[in-house]
């Protein structure tokens, strides 16, 4: 008896839990169809939020997805527009003898054309008509004659030094009291480094004015030294003496070679001009004349050559009418003023 009574406890157990089972399973069921459906009506809501038009360009409505696209599209073409240039310009151009200058324009203005034609070839595949640009093309000519004029400037001249090649890269410059070397021109300014390791940013416009370019024709360039000498001097003495000490610097060329100007007649010196042609010194002007004087001063000194100091004369008349002749130097303090001599004073009578 006890036997049939375990046996049909474990039956309604079994049952139970059968029955449990299903009921669970079923309300699993409807609760995952109830989610399933929630998820389906944000989708939905979000499908339609992605794909719903915010504006409509032309005939083509732009929506959010459309944004997004759009913007990985430039992102991907800008990658590949500087991808090609530095591949035309480092296994390509780098194999010929195009200077660095002519390498950089060619490459930049490949990059300009790859990016442009990308661009016009997406705006066609998206289905944009680009005539519908003319009314936004209006505005925003309308906005570069007010507020982008210095920035549609800057770019159209940097377009204009990379055509023209007045200056380029690698270039030694001199613009509004800067000198330094030309590293980057880029599509609003160009990048110049000085002496001093420091780049400055300079507008595109201001190298399409006045810019000396010292570079132009080659790495080669001339500089001046003044000096002056006493009245005393043998002028061709001079002049043998400062070609000599120019020849003797390994900064200055044999050729073109050095040469000496007599520039005239000074107040009180014969002034001279010593003319020397550098291609180690481009960069550094100062170490080369620095180098020069303190030679030509030891050679001066070997050879007896006076450096003079301005001097100045002044005519003092007495009272008495004589006139004395004072030479001063230039910010020498000036002598005492002659006093006229005392007449003498009658003695006194006891």
Known sequence: ??????????????????????????????????FQGGVGRLQADAQDLWSKPLFDLGSLPVSPAFLLKAAIFLILLNLFARASRKFLQKRILSRTSIDEGQKYAISRGVGYAVFLGGLFVGL??????????????????????????????????????????????????????????????????????TNDNVVILVPNSELTARVTNWTAHGRLARFSLDIGVAYTSDPEGVRDALIEVAQANEGVLKEPAPDVIFIGFGDSA???????????????????????YFAIFRRFREDGIEIPFPQHEVRVIQPNGVASVLSLASGAAPPPAAQPPLSPQPSETP
């Open 270 to 292: 014969l002034n001279f001009q010593l003319r020397v042609w550098t291609s180690r010194h481009l960069r550094t002007p100062q170490t080369l004349k620095s180098e020069l």
């Open 124 to 193: 066609q595949a998206a289905g944009i008509d680009l005539s519908s640009f003319a009314i936004v093309g209006g505005a925003i000519g309308f906005g570069i004659g007010f507020g982008l004029q210095s920035l549609a400037k800057d770019f159209v001249s940097g377009l204009i030094l990379l055509i023209e090649r007045g200056v380029k890269v690698g270039d030694r410059i001199e613009v509004s009291n800067l000198l330094g070397d030309v590293k980057q021109i880029g599509a609003r300014t160009t990048r110049v480094q």
């Open 1 to 34: 008896m006890i036997k049939g009574l375990g046996r049909w406890t474990l039956g309604a157990g079994v049952l139970l839990l059968a029955a449990g089972i299903g009921f669970g399973l079923l309300r699993e069921s409807r609760l995952q169809t109830q």
